[in-house]
């Protein structure tokens, strides 16, 4: 019996995302470098650049100095599984601040795309800031709260040793 590629595929997301994660948390540099490049990347993963979202993080790291590695693998927020979610998240919060009586579906999407597209523009926006943030300061916390832990683990073991 041959295995379902479905699930194949969604497993090997899952085990990127993981990967990705962890290059995160073992990433070297200050926790202020590694969070801003988490940052970035989760900004670029969210905001629809298809694709572009590294060679945005390369671009913005000459200007701001920010963790690469953290960057690119914050980015893989972005793929084929969240990607749909995420355009529809966008879609919502762009509604909030601009009023449309425009249904974001299959049918009518080619014969409002200016509309929605502008819609989506400020969604994306919004909705990628605000994930920009909230992944800098959990970044910061938990490599922070990381970096006390092992100085507290350390410190003891000289002192038992």
Excluded at 13 to 32: E, N, Q, V
Aim: aromatic share 14%; net charge positive; glycine share 6%.
């Amino acid at each position: 019996m041959r295995p379902v590629k479905n699930r194949n595929f969604i497993t090997n997301i899952f085990r990127k995302a993981k990967i990705s994660l962890l290059k995160i948390y073992y990433a070297r540099g200050s926790s202020h470098e590694i969070a801003l490049g988490a940052a970035i990347g989760a900004f670029w993963g969210v905001f629809p650049t298809f694709g572009l979202s590294t060679i945005l993080s390369l671009l913005l790291y000459k200007i701001f100095r920010f963790n690469i590695l953290a960057a690119l693998s914050a980015a893989f927020i972005s793929n084929p599984l969240t990607s749909p979610f995420l355009l529809m998240m966008s879609f919502k919060v762009g509604t909030w601040f601009i009023k449309t009586d425009i249904e974001f579906n299959y049918d009518n999407w080619l014969d409002n795309i200016s509309q929605l597209g502008f819609i989506m523009l400020i969604g994306s926006t919004i909705l990628s800031s605000a994930t920009g943030l909230l992944v800098y300061f959990i970044t910061r916390y938990s490599i922070d709260y990381k970096r006390r832990k092992n100085k507290q683990m350390e410190s003891a073991k000289q002192t038992a040793g």
